[in-house]
């Protein structure tokens, strides 16, 4: 009798810290998502991948937070120093791998991964990096099963078919690469400015197609659109600036 009288007041005081422990661990994770969210909002994309960052520090299963942190992270990369962008996308495909862990229903986090292994591949040299330049393909084309509206993921495969299409095809195809062609590369990135025609950097991609390809007229009508079109984020003026300097070129006749 005296040792259930210890014992049970000493049971229900850790189930009391236990219980007040969880709750404050839920509530710092949802004040580091909601801090995270609100960055992204406000283009500080360096801010909020540490907010999210933070998330998973209290929520190691978290696909919020993790497809976040990828998707910031990737956007960092965007205007980081050459030097560091390579980490950066790294860290982003990490994230984005431990999102789709958690949920592989997701568009967004299959874009995110496609889109942070090319930059990787791009990084080392596509076809030094095989293994890379697939999952690109796959991941986009596993976000288009899932959303077949998503313009990023239309973007990724465009772009696709336009940096694997630059080697000969008699060279990729035996290194099962042999998919890509200049129509896909066009009608994909045609596909993604259709669904979203506001945003820049798919009209700028859109011109770097049609200029390597030696479609001078379309791609200039493309530059001229990115800078046409009204910037509504920071990052567009990095690509205002890109089409600026394709526009500057001489046109070879």
Known sequence: ?????????????W????????????????AWMSTGDSL????????????????????????????????????????????????IYEKARNAERLAISVNDSSADAHFQ???AV????????????????????????KALSLDSLHDGAWHVLGRWHREIGKKPKIFRKPLGLGAANRKNAIAFM????????NNLNHHLEMGITYNEYDKTDLARREFELCLSLPI?????????EEAKKYLAEPVEK
Do not use: H
């Not at 009798?1 to 005081?13: D, N, R, T």
């Not at 810290?17 to 969880?22: C, E, K, P, R």
């Not at 045609?190 to 025609?197: F, G, Q, R, Y």
């Open 1 to 13: 009798m005296i040792c259930a009288k210890i014992i049970l007041p000493l049971l229900a005081a």
């Open 15 to 30: 189930l009391l810290i236990a219980s007040t422990a969880a709750a404050q661990e839920s509530n710092a994770y949802s």
């Open 40 to 87: 992204y909002l406000s283009y500080d994309y360096r801010s909020s991948a540490e907010a999210y960052e933070n998330a998973i520090s209290f929520d190691s299963s978290s696909f919020d937070a993790a497809w976040k942190l990828g998707r910031s992270l990737n956007l960092v990369g965007e205007t980081a120093p050459r030097d560091s962008q390579l980490a």
């Open 113 to 115: 991964l496609a889109r």
């Open 118 to 141: 090319g930059k990787i591949a791009l990084f080392k040299g596509v076809f030094n990096s095989i293994g890379l330049a697939k999952q690109v393909k796959r991941e986009a084309e």
């Open 190 to 197: 045609e596909k993604a400015i259709a669904i979203n025609p």
């Open 232 to 240: 509504e984020r920071p990052l567009d003026n990095k690509y205002k």
